[in-house]
């Protein structure tokens, strides 16, 4: 199967959805990185963290080595 790629808008995570999990491929494009999301001074999940600049981006030390999915450090190909 070919890599699927994709990177969330709001943590900055990307990872392989070709690879099957109990979280991915994920649904309707929910990052599965969600659970650890940390949002700015006075927004919480519940709020979705909709507006731009209101997730603060993680790193991949921020995930746990045992989580079953890996985030993957992704640079597109830059073409001149």
Known sequence: ????????????????????TSMTPTPSARCPFEHFHKYREGWTDVNYGSF???VIPL????IP?????????????VTT
């Not at 080595?65 to 190909?77: A, G, H, L």
């Open 52 to 54: 731009a600049g209101e």
């Open 65 to 77: 080595d045992d989580y079953e999915v890996r985030p993957i450090v992704y640079k597109p190909e």
């Open 1 to 20: 199967m070919a890599e699927r790629i994709y990177t969330d808008g709001n943590c900055g995570l990307s990872w392989d959805d070709s690879i099957i």
């Open 59 to 62: 790193s991949p030390d921020d």
